[in-house]
Structures are given as C-alpha cells and as structure tokens.
C-alpha cells in the first residue's frame, strides 16, 4: 500500500534551516507529481511545493528560501528551506498527486517550528 513518512522536522531559531525528508513507498514513485503541503496553528492547509519531472513550483511565501527535490532512485522526497522565519511554523506534510492535481495520499507530517 501506499506510504508516505515524513521526517526532519524540529526546533530551529530564526534565520536557521532544516532539511524534511519523505519516504515513499508502495507506488512507483518516478512517475508521480509530489507536494509539500503545510498547516500553521489554527489555520487551513497552504500548499508549499510541487515537484515533477524537471519541473518544480512554489508558494510565493517561500520562493527563493526553499527548494524542493527528489531522489527517485531512494524514492525519497526532499525540502530544503533556508532562512526560516517564525510563519514558517506548522505541521509539514508531503503528498502525492493524484486525478486533477489533487493529493490523494498524505504522509503523517512533521512538526517545523522556528522561534528564539
């Protein structure tokens, strides 16, 4: 079936960086567009990023600060993000796309938090 384990996230401090990791399983993993979705305190979901073949795309709130990779050799799923800012705080999850562009599995996210 189809897995998807998020890891990486922590406490960092303003300015600092943290790389989130994604392993997937269960799927061929190459042939899928993946997301990176996140969820702040008491908000809905933001969409972060998205990854395909050649092909990566960001949330403007992010653009420049993070960068998003994949290894399909390790079916592994990456987020770099540099320069992290208190708003960067949430639960970060990564998805896979399925019909119409939407996620249609979800890993169990990984908890960012960025303060001093």
């Known amino acids: 079936q189809v897995q998807l384990v998020e890891s990486g996230g922590g406490l960092v401090q303003p300015g600092g960086s943290l790389r989130l990791s994604c392993a997937a399983s269960?799927?061929?993993?190459?042939?899928?567009?993946m997301y990176w979705v996140r969820q702040a305190p008491g908000k809905g979901l933001e969409w972060v990023s998205a990854i395909g073949v050649g092909s990566t795309y960001y949330a403007d709130s992010v653009k420049g600060r993070f960068t998003v990779s994949r290894d399909n050799a390790k079916n592994t799923l990456y987020l770099q993000m540099n320069s992290l800012k208190p708003e960067d705080t949430a639960l970060y999850y990564c998805?896979?796309?399925?019909?119409?562009?939407?996620?249609?599995?979800w890993g169990q996210g990984t908890q960012v938090t960025v303060s001093s």
């Open positions: 998805a896979r796309s399925g019909a119409y562009n939407s996620p249609d599995y």
């Open positions: 269960g799927f061929t993993f190459s042939s899928y567009w």
